[in-house]
């Protein structure tokens, strides 16, 4: 039986992620986690811990793993390009799954995108991102969003830098061939909803997805967990689990 830690036991993922491992067949609650509690005794019961909290606690997780031995499943976003880096050199070590998103719908997103964007060229098709969710969250875009628009740029050959557009106003002038552009919306109690859009002269496609519950998520996480018992160390992520590469 899997071990597992779940941290953030307090918050809204947390309480979720804590369901999804009582209900998972192949895992069991083993210990929790929560800002200002002993995170080296909880890790110490663990066979992997899961994190669904803030990108600011990933450094101390990180740490505390590395010493334990333990398997990580993170779920966090809005890191920056030094914490993404502490991750990455931390599964020289230890086998992590980094995702941006554990739902088997949005990484069949992920998938759709990436295919939909080596047929429905830029020389004809303009792309737009939009995503929407709850008023609480507090990076933009969401993780979700930025893994979209990294599958678009690897597929056209465009920048994340150079060629997203964040919203428009004022005289922006035509867009550009080379242009994507990316929509947050924030508000309510919004789970989650992503779509793509490929709109050219007479014709518009949209791939979309809607989460209604944050158990697609932790269920996800489960999931991942439980694949990730026996795996060499290494960064994974939830295209691995689902063997969608």
Same mark, same amino acid.
């Given at each position: ?8 036991? +307090? ?15 192949d ?11 002993? /995170?080296?005794?909880a890790i ?11 990108? +600011? ?7 505390? &793993? !590395? ?16 914490? !993404? ?5 931390? +599964? ?10 554990? #739902?088997? %719908?949005?990484?069949?997103?992920? *998938? ?7 047929? /429905? ?7 737009? $991102? @939009? ?5 609480? !969250?507090?990076?933009?875009p #969401?993780?979700?969003?930025?893994? /979209? ?21 004022? /005289? @922006? ?9 990316m ?12 779509? $793509?859009?490929? &709109? ?9 997805? !809607? ?15 439980? *694949?990730?018992?026996?795996?060499? &160390? %290494? ?11």
């Amino acid at each position: 039986m899997n071990q597992i830690l779940v941290t953030g036991k +307090s918050g809204r993922m947390g309480q979720a992620v804590i369901a999804a491992v009582n209900a998972n067949p192949d895992t069991e609650l083993a210990s929790t986690h929560d800002a200002g509690e002993d /995170l080296t005794a909880a890790i110490a019961k663990a066979d992997t811990a899961i994190d669904f909290t803030i990108h +600011s606690f990933t450094g101390e997780l990180l740490e505390a &793993a !590395k010493k334990a031995g333990t398997r990580l499943v993170i779920g966090t976003t809005g890191h920056s390009e030094e914490e !993404k880096h502490a991750i990455l050199e931390a +599964s020289k070590s230890l086998p992590i799954v980094f995702a941006p998103n554990f #739902s088997v %719908g949005v990484n069949t997103l992920f *998938w759709l995108t990436r295919h939909a964007a080596r047929i /429905l060229t830029q020389d004809r098709f303009d792309i737009e $991102v @939009t995503e929407m969710h709850h008023r609480h !969250k507090i990076d933009a875009p #969401s993780g979700t969003a930025r893994r /979209l628009l990294e599958i678009l740029n690897e597929e056209t050959g465009t920048s994340y830098e150079d060629d997203v557009k964040h919203g428009r106003v004022g /005289l @922006t002038g035509a867009r550009t061939q080379r242009e994507i552009g990316m929509h947050t919306l924030r508000g309510g109690d919004v789970v989650g909803d992503h779509t $793509v859009m490929f &709109a050219a002269d007479g014709e518009r496609v949209e791939l979309t997805h !809607k989460a209604s519950s944050r158990m697609t998520f932790a269920a996800g996480a489960a999931r991942a967990a439980v *694949w990730l018992a026996g795996k060499p &160390a %290494g960064l994974y992520d939830m295209q691995d689990v689902l063997g969608l590469q």
